[in-house]
Every structure is written in structure tokens, then in C-alpha cells.
């Protein structure tokens, strides 16, 4: 299919014009109008590119793009993975908080999707948007059965604090760098939030609400938000579709 009509429906469909961000979202790099592959990584550092290209992509679809804040200049290693993808004639398409808050296919909708629980609602601003989801917790859940989830469909977890009660009922989710809103999730009559990184200023912050924190990892937490949404282009637009695992440890 051509780029151009591939771009649109995600521009489109994710509201990229309409949501403030860190950087221009969308295409970010163009490449050959011709698609035929996907190929879909968290990040889209000089090893994520060869490793689509490895893969045959045309198009490298990301949350985590190359624009961020101020212009650079393209030398050093920013230069390298420019002129890689320019050589390569490679597009790089990036969704940051467009995906983050997407309800059918964002990080965080599909994280509960995952683990069966039933979003509710949206909360916790980013750029003026809500990108965290609140959702319901099955009947009878315990921070066991709830680590027992996260761990079965992201991987290992990197830390668990558990300070909350026994039972859960509602559970707030926000991948990637959440922490800096464990208070806000915890007024969101929330026992339990899942999220994926923390910081030393963020650790007492749980034992104070009085609330589970599960930290998934801030990569593993975004993984799942490209595979769905690749997942549906290939369907939509019989496209190739293959994903990228490149974990980073963080």
C-alpha cells in the first residue's frame, strides 16, 4: 500500500494533530512510498533500525520517536541514526501519549485488556490529555493475583510495593514513568497501581497513600501498545507485521 494513505489513518485514528506532546509525533522520518512490511519496536535507537531492516521493514513503527524538545544537530551518534535511516530510505512513524491514551490500542488499554480487567475511565494529565486507565478488578483479586497477571503477560517485574489492602477492587494503570502519580491514583479510589519505572524520590510516596505499586519495567509496560496497533494494520491492510523485542533493563 502507499505511505502516504498508511499515515493518514494513523494520523487520523490516533488524533496526532490534536494532542500536544514532547516532540512532532507521526511520520518523523520519511522513506519509500511503498509499504509492504511493519516492523514495530518500543524505541528507535541505531539498534532498533537495524533490526527492522534486518526484518525487511519499510515502515518502523515506535513509541519512543528521534524528536524531542529543541532541534539538534545531526552529528555524533543523532547523526548516525539519522543518516541510517535516511541511506535505508526507512520510514520511522512515531505515537508517544497519542498511544499512551489510545482505548482500543494504547500501552495502557491494552494492558488491562491483558489482564481482564474492565477500564472504567481515563485520568492523570499529560500534556492537558488523561493517559492513565482506571479499571475494575475481577471479583475477589489480591495483589498475588494481580502480580501473577502483569508478571504472565510483560515479564518479570521490577519492583512490588505493598502497601495496599487485601482485596482490590479497582486498579490504575500508566506504562512507562508513572511514579511521579501514585497519590492521584490512589484518590482515584484505586488500591493497586501498575506502572512501569520508579524513582528513589517516588518510594514513600506508596507507603503514605497506603496503595500496591507494581512496577512493570518502563519498557516492558510499553511493548504492548505498538504490538496492537501493528497488529491491527497488518489485519486492516494485509501488511507484513513482525515486532522488535529490544528490552533495555529499564
Given amino acids: 500500500m502507499q505511505r502516504d494513505e498508511l499515515v493518514a489513518y494513523l494520523d487520523e485514528q490516533l488524533q496526532i ?5 514532547y516532540g512532532p509525533q507521526g511520520l518523523q522520518v520519511e522513506g519509500r512510498t511503498e509499504l509492504r512490511r511493519v516492523v514495530a519496536s518500543v524505541d528507535a535507537g541505531l539498534p532498533c533500525v537495524e533490526a527492522a531492516l534486518d526484518r525487511g521493514a519499510d515502515l518502523l513503527l515506535v513509541h519512543h520517536g528521534i524528536l524531542w524538545g529543541p532541534a539538534r544537530r545531526l552529528v555524533g551518534g543523532y547523526g548516525r541514526l539519522v543518516r541510517r535511516l535516511l541511506d535505508a530510505e526507512l520510514n520511522l512513524y512515531a505515537a508517544h501519549l497519542a498511544l499512551d491514551a489510545h482505548p482500543v490500542w494504547g500501552n495502557n488499554a491494552e494492558i488491562c485488556r491483558l489482564l ?4 472504567e475511565g481515563w485520568w492523570g494529565l499529560a500534556k492537558g490529555r488523561p493517559i492513565g486507565a482506571r479499571a475494575r478488578a475481577p471479583e475477589g483479586c489480591t495483589l498475588e493475583r494481580l502480580l501473577q497477571g502483569v ?11 505493598p502497601h495496599g489492602p487485601a482485596r482490590i477492587q479497582r486498579v490504575a494503570v500508566m506504562s512507562g514513568g508513572g511514579s511521579g502519580y501514585i497519590e492521584e491514583a490512589a484518590a482515584q479510589g484505586c488500591q493497586a497501581f501498575i506502572t512501569g ?20 519495567g518502563h519498557y516492558a509496560s510499553e511493548t504492548v501498545g505498538v504490538k496492537a496497533l501493528g497488529r491491527h494494520l497488518a489485519e ?7 515486532f522488535v523485542d529490544l528490552p533495555t533493563g529499564v
Fill in 17 to 21: 494533530a490534536d494532542l500536544a506532546d
Fill in 116 to 119: 481482564g480487567l474492565e477500564l
Fill in 151 to 161: 508478571e504472565a503477560a510483560l515479564g518479570p517485574t521490577q519492583l512490588v510495593q
Fill in 197 to 216: 519505572e520508579t524513582s528513589q524520590s517516588a518510594y514513600y510516596e506508596a507507603l503514605n497513600a497506603g496503595i500496591h505499586v507494581i512496577y512493570a
Fill in 236 to 242: 486492516r491492510f494485509d501488511l507484513s507485521f513482525a
